[in-house]
């Protein structure tokens, strides 16, 4: 895992070097550690800001290098508007828009962890810190010729200076555990399909075992013998085989049903014989994040023993055209004995869900079920890239979800199921087809396929992903392409409700 920021937690002390970031609120009020560490530099702060109209409104910031009456090279003051009125998710972005503001050279930074008010909460630190952590990471292992002047260094020191760092430390152990899942969820998603093809994947899943988490990977073979020629139909073009990997963390009761997540991992779409225009395509390399997804929420669980038993089953096909692929026309038996209508072999994703989910659900009989998946195009003309669509056959489940969403800044919306709209994949040859047959509803007929292999006394939810899972808008906790979104949501979702 690319740890490319040190962190560590400190007493008040104003820094000798480097970059110190202070918070003040929207009357460029600062705390008394704070205004006791700039000193007479408090003056030109002031004059600082009246020059530039920084009036400390929260997402706007004022930088100031070689301040005269400090010892550090630069003084970063970020504003954090009305103090009263910050959430958790607010503590996440401060921490990440100062890693933000951080230099590219700079390899040493303090944050001093106070508002007007005092110091911050020790689990406030904690979130900030989990914010600069998610900020600073790069996908840039690629990279091998960047001029000096664009090369970070080998690592960053992050100072986070607290009123009881000790306390901040151990708050922060878990929020580290859930950070270092979404950072390996990004890098999953980022990695080019000719490195992060399905036995590729599946190997990297091993890294989990280490955690105490128990992990199989069905072979095709395996996948045949089970019926899941849904799933199979999907990667029969392919020159790799698809996978199965079933992740399984026991920290809960012995015995106790478990809470289930399946992920949609297509590590290549070219949209098989139904094949993609050129434009765009090599984003297809993500449309595995559902499965990254799941990945890093497994490692996030087991790496702060949350106290659950919860199963990640993850579907890993590529979809390419072939002698060999799935055609239009054909039809396949799923695990669950229903035939499907392959009407469009780029509507792959509901058929590697389709065979998981009745896999997870017969063998582990779980709680809930949440599935993640970039499913449809249709789903980003409807919502953007701001919240995911979410289907659910159970109120509570929703709510808990919209909830965990707003607290963590993963925000879903949800949206309708309903018969008529099940009508519309009701095949001529088949139990069903694979798509609604109509660009209209399309991410709702896509949901409605996978409803078809859920029971419905399980509680499910359905996230459709494709808007939020890569290439969304930067945030104050992501700069990178893959978001790793879903890890935090799923582990609030979790630590909320499920925990016990
Ligand atoms: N993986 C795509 C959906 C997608 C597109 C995700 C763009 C992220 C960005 C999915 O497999 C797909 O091709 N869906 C089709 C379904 C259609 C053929 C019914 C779509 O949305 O066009
Ligand atoms: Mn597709
Ligand atoms: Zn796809």
New binding site residues.
Partial sequence: MPDALKLAFGPFVAPARGVLFVFCDDGLKFGAATTRALGAAADLVTRAAKAERFTGKSGSSLGLSAPAGLKVDRLVVIGAGKPADLQQYDFVKLGGAAVGKLPVSASEATIFAELPGGAMRADRVADLAQGAKLAAYAFDRYKTKRKEDERPPASRKVTVAAGDPAAARSAFAAREAVADGALWARDLVNEPANVLYPEEFARRTGALKKLGVAVEVLDVARMRKLGMNALLGVGQGSAHDSRVVVMRWNGGRKGEAPVAFIG?G?CF?T?GI?I?SAA?ME??K??MAGAACVTGLMHALAARKARVNAVGAIGLVE?MPDGKAQRPGDIVKSMSGQTIEI??T????RLVLGDVIWYAAQRFKPKFMVDL????????VALGHEYAGMFANNDQLAERLSKAGQATGERVWRMPLGKEYDKMIDSKFADMK???GS?HA??I??AQFIKRFVDDKTPWAHLDI??T???SPQSEINKSWGSGWGVRLLDRLVADYYER
């Fill in positions: 949609k297509v779409d949209g139904s993609k765009g984003d297809m993500g449309d979809n009407i469009n780029d509507a792959e994703g998946a970039t499913l449809t195009g249709a789903i980003m694979n798509t609604g660009r399309g991410a007929t896509a494709a808007g899972g890569f290439d």
